[in-house]
């Protein structure tokens, strides 16, 4: 009894840490889903506030936004390219890790445009800029470069395994119209001939004989023909004509009748 309760006991501990261990993954799960879908709004409200100001405000503000936002987008269409290309070729990895590092300068510049945004003093800003622009094109031009690098290898991969599969199709579709070879006559029916109409067996109607059916013919009739001579004379195979004697049966010796060198012969019976 005291078994049973310790088993029931430990059922019932094991459920609840699994109830538990369950809720807090699913937990975890719906945070970062929440997390996710803030972050993607949050990035949606930025850009669209970036776009806003560069094609609204002149001066220095605009060109801030238009430089965060050129550097956003260049950004993150390299990292969706290159996330997506790693997949099917292991070779990016390599290449994944440098934008790993190009994405921290990356950061950090973004963090200088947008405190710079803030900044009471534009004429400060004004002299700034020109330095700014320059590290914003360095980076984007080298995140430009990795991704139509990547795009460039999985096109030149396509193209390869398009042309190997349209030489492939090509040498079959060769095979296929080569049917002159199929249609070749066999070997074995080159002694094939039609048969002769007036070559019919005797005792035959008159009709088209084919290549071996005459000889086939030929011998049921010799056949038929002794079989008839043999009914015709009454006898039957094993009689002897009159006159004749019949063949004598050839009979086995008598084994009881044999006599070895080790056997005594047999004394004759006296009668008294």
């Known amino acids: 009894m005291e078994a049973a309760i310790v088993i029931m006991a430990l059922l019932f501990f094991a459920f609840v840490a699994l109830g538990v261990y369950a809720t807090v993954k699913a937990v975890k799960a719906a945070k970062r889903g929440v997390d996710r879908t803030i ?7 930025e850009d669209t506030t970036l776009r806003a100001k560069s094609f609204g405000q002149a001066g220095v503000g605009g060109e801030l936004a238009q430089l965060r936002l050129s550097l956003r987008t260049s950004m993150r269409a390299t990292q969706d390219a290159l996330q997506a290309g790693v997949a099917e070729d ?4 390599e290449s994944l890790d440098l934008f790993q590092r190009l994405t ?6 973004d963090e200088d445009l947008k405190r710079l945004e803030r900044e009471p003093d534009r004429a400060r800003v004004a002299a700034q800029l020109k330095d700014l622009r320059e590290r914003t094109e360095r980076i984007t031009h080298s995140a430009d470069s990795l991704r139509w690098a990547a ?3 999985a096109r030149r991969f396509a193209e390869d395994d398009l ?31 039609w048969p002769d109409a007036g070559s019919a067996a ?8 084919w290549p071996g059916e005459a000889d086939g013919r030929a011998a049921s009739s010799a056949s038929a023909s002794a079989e008839a ?3 015709a004379a009454g006898q039957r195979p094993d009689t002897a004509a009159p006159g004749q004697q019949p063949p004598q049966a050839i009979t086995a010796p008598d084994p009881r009748r044999a006599a070895y060198p080790w056997e005594k012969t047999a004394r004759p019976e006296t009668t008294n």
């Open 202 to 209: 005797p005792g035959a109607e008159r009709g088209q004989v």
């Open 151 to 153: 795009r460039d290898r």
């Open 163 to 193: 042309s190997s599969l349209s030489a492939q199709i090509d040498l079959e579709a060769g095979a296929l119209r080569h049917w002159s070879g199929a249609t070749a006559q066999d070997p074995a029916s080159d002694d094939f001939s």
């Open 229 to 231: 001579d043999g009914a």
């Open 39 to 45: 972050h993607q709004a949050r990035r949606t409200v």
């Open 90 to 93: 292991a070779s990016l990895k």
């Open 104 to 109: 921290a300068h990356g950061r950090e510049l």
